[in-house]
């Protein structure tokens, strides 16, 4: 198994202790999609999954989830937190076990997450709901010090529901001068260049896993397309995920390096664990 880059009380010591600013921000890949982001005393936790939930759950089936990489932490240390998302239903990016001991840890914690998605959530989280602020794509709210604007995922549909609400979404914040874009899970689709151009992105978060009926899981963007989506959307960086988790659905970064590298696209590939701050893009 894959040991993190820190893990447990060296990590949350990392955390606790790294110098951010209003200059500037740090970001830390817990895994799967799950990143933290820092910022002038502010942190935003997205898409976490960080419990044995899903490997439990499928142990004596005939896809069972093996994990790749141990855990980074226990959610219940990371009492810092004030806004988390969800991107979509899947339990990797909306997890009761995470998420309950997450708000235990965290009274008033914000979970801002697919309008369409609200009951589902409210069903599978009971009595350990938090605050839940519903977004749509082109839709904005902003939550503290940060600015969300919904973006339609195709994974691997654009999905809405009678009301005409996307069921799958990635995030755009901006916060002081800076503007991330975490896409959840997606495949390539014709709104999310026109949606992302515009915003300038300083750093996107993009899937790498791949798109494979074999493995009987909807797909996502793999590392070419990761890589030429992000140029596309001329991000001054990119940092890949969603791989190093399960062993059935997982992929190598060499494909989204070689790919950044021909594309002259300037990008990050993270250990679980590891951090990365904004002043690398700044010079």
Known sequence: ??????????????????????DHFILWWLGQSGFLIK??????????????????????????????????????????????????????????????????????????????????????LGDATPELIGLDDGAVETVGQFKFTGVAAAHNEVSRDISGHCQFLGFVVEFGPWCVFHSGDT?????????????????????????????????????????????????????PCHYDMFEFNTASPEEFITSCERLAQPHRVLLNGESWTSRAIDG
Request: glycine content about 4%; aromatic content about 4%; some cysteine.
């Open 1 to 22: 198994m894959n040991r993190p880059f820190l893990k447990a009380d060296a990590l949350l010591t990392d955390i606790r202790e790294a110098d951010e600013g209003a």
């Open 39 to 124: 910022w002038d005393r502010q942190f935003l936790l997205f898409d976490p999954y960080l419990s044995d939930s899903l490997t439990k759950k499928y142990a004596a089936t005939d896809k069972p989830h093996v994990r790749m990489t141990e855990l980074v932490i226990d959610p219940a240390k990371l009492d810092c937190i004030d806004v988390i998302t969800s991107s979509h239903n899947h339990t990797d990016h909306l997890d009761a076990e995470t998420i309950t001991a997450l708000g235990l840890a965290n009274p008033g914690l914000k979970l801002v997450l697919p309008e369409a998605n609200i009951d589902f959530a409210k069903e599978r």
């Open 187 to 239: 495949l390539w689709h014709h709104g999310l260049v026109p949606a992302l151009l515009p915003k300038k992105p300083d750093l996107m978060l993009l899937p790498i896993n791949g798109n494979k009926p074999e493995r009987r899981v909807a797909g996502n963007l793999n590392g070419t397309e990761a890589a030429a989506l992000a140029r596309a959307c001329a991000a001054r960086m990119v940092i």
